[in-house]
């Protein structure tokens, strides 16, 4: 596993971030979503409902990439690549609600719906690249 650069700390961990996630279809086409995350641990998580795109994509074994501009520099960002370690539904409700809370100031997730189970994915990074 790589270590997130000292460096980058702010835009993983200060910031209110969005990552662009880059996952292969199963036609092998890329997709690119914007998504909420957080670091823990040294993994990046992402949280997401199951049905949605990005449920079909990031399946433990799956290679992905990430980038994450700063939104007070456009030109400095980081990219991140990494491989899916895991996936789980236990804790995703309080973690998009901690997600909510980052992103939009609010204590819990505006949109929850008891139809659509929460799921959390943790990818381990394995390299770092950046303009800066």
Do not use: C
Not at 40 to 48: C, E, L, W
Not at 77 to 101: C, F, M, N, P
Not at 123 to 132: A, D, G, M, V, Y
């Amino acid at each position: 596993m790589a270590t997130i650069p000292d460096k980058f700390h702010d835009l993983i961990h200060v910031k209110k971030t969005f990552a662009h996630l880059a996952t292969v279809m199963k036609d092998g086409s890329p997709q690119v979503t914007p998504v909420w995350f957080d670091e823990a641990g040294g993994k990046i998580r992402i949280n997401t409902a199951r049905g949605r795109v990005k449920a079909r994509t990031l399946k433990p074994g799956a290679r992905v990439a990430m980038s994450i501009l700063d939104p007070d520099d456009p030109y400095r960002y980081v990219q991140i690549r990494g491989t899916v370690v895991s996936e789980t539904e236990q804790g995703a409700a309080a973690h998009i609600d901690s997600l909510a809370k980052k992103y939009l100031g609010r204590d819990t997730y505006p949109f929850h719906d008891p139809a659509h189970s929460r799921v959390i994915y943790e990818i381990e990074p394995t390299s770092f690249q950046s303009n800066r």
